[in-house]
């Protein structure tokens, strides 16, 4: 009985743990985003560059921003972006769109993708931080 409890404390702890290290932080996205920077703006005023701009990402469909020129791949792959496909995909573009061009290859630290996600989600379709 006392070791299950010592049990069931240390996985509360870790789980605790683990919750913390996934908390969403938009500051420190900010950061992470500077890696994105090169090829892709969001805010007010954003224009598609290398990348398409990345205004209300979250809730829109791959590949339709007006006048971005999308690989096949992106344009059909019928994502529509969430935190969860964003969270896919930018651990590894390539696998989630084959044929992407996005030349990125994808972000390995849990809580840099979570903290992306923060920032990004931050901005309206207008590029108005909401
Ligand atoms: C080297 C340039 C480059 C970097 C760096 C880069 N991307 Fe991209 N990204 C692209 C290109 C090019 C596309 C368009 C892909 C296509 O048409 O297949 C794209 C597409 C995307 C899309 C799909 C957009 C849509 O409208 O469907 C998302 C989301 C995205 N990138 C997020 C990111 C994030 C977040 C980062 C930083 C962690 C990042 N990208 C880093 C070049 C880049």
Known sequence: MKIASV???AALVAMTGSGAARAQDGAAGEKVFAKCLQCHHIGVGAKNFYGPELNGLIGRKAGSVPGYNYSDATKNSGIVWSETTLRTYLKQPKH???GTNMTFPGLQNEADISNVIAYI???GADGKQI
Request: glycine share 0%.
């Open 7 to 9: 049990l069931i404390a």
């Open 121 to 123: 989600k931050q901005f």
């Open 96 to 98: 989630d769109v084959p």
